[in-house]
């Protein structure tokens, strides 16, 4: 059964730092890999998706790399920004059409 | 993109009623919805999978006479909490699986559901 895990559960950092944000997977039998975020009380929005086949994706500030065969990914965030603030989430499906298992999450809170 | 329209954003209910959410795909044709659940601080459950035409496939542990869920079109999907009672409250989310190969997974924008 598919676990995933997300390191740290909870950062804390000042406004401008760039950050690193740990996702693992513990069955590499990955159809892609999804990053999301979600702010309190609200649905998620989906940030970068890593086809199984790929290494990373790059959107803006974020970049998201995968090594499917290490069951990890990362999530980095440069120049943080107050409004980077919420939590974020990875999630994986074995297929197309299976759900998502999605890890705990990391809380992020950039301080102005 | 494609977009899951859900509604109600927020429900409050008196205990011993119904009430129902509804996902839409938007511009597109969602074959198979999940439906998650989430509480607070913690992240989402999955409670049930819904293809169209057929019965939905409930996660262990989730009452399929309470959680009711019907998937009649391509395009909507709906869950009906039955005889709600206050430990039903909670963040209910749809999804819809990718329309393409190469896309995410979308998710509604979730329903907090109060029962009081």
């Known amino acids: 059964k598919q676990e995933v895990t997300q390191i740290p559960a909870a950062l804390s950092v000042p406004e401008g730092e760039n950050l690193v944000l740990n996702c693992s997977f513990t069955d590499s039998a990955i159809y892609n890999l999804q990053w999301f975020r979600q702010d309190p009380g609200k649905g998620l929005t989906s940030l970068l998706l890593?086809?199984?086949?790929?290494r990373e994706q790059t959107s803006g500030r974020l970049n998201a790399s995968l090594d499917k065969s290490s069951g990890r990914s990362t999530l980095y965030i440069a120049a943080s920004q107050p409004g980077d603030s919420a939590t974020y989430l990875c999630?994986?499906?074995?297929?197309?059409?299976?759900?998502?298992?999605f890890g705990k999450g990391t809380r992020l809170s950039v301080i102005a | 993109g494609a977009v899951v329209s859900q509604h109600p954003s927020w429900v409050i209910c008196k205990s011993g009623t119904s009430v129902k959410i509804e996902c839409r795909s938007l511009d597109f044709q969602a074959t198979t919805m999940f439906w998650y659940r989430q509480f607070p601080k913690q992240s989402l459950m999955l409670m049930a999978t819904?293809?169209?035409?057929?019965?939905?496939?409930?996660e262990q542990g989730v009452e399929k006479d309470k959680f009711l869920i019907n998937h009649a079109s391509l395009t909507l999907s709906t869950l009906t909490v039955t005889s709600a009672h206050p430990e039903d409250s909670s963040f209910y989310i749809c999804?819809?699986?990718?329309?393409?190969?190469?896309?995410?997974?979308?998710f509604g924008s979730g329903t907090r559901l109060t029962v009081v």
């Open positions: 819904s293809n169209e035409g057929s019965k939905a496939t409930y």
């Open positions: 999804s819809a699986s990718p329309d393409r190969a190469q896309d995410g997974y979308t």
């Open positions: 999630a994986v499906p074995h297929s197309g059409n299976t759900p998502l298992v």
């Open positions: 890593i086809q199984s086949s790929q």
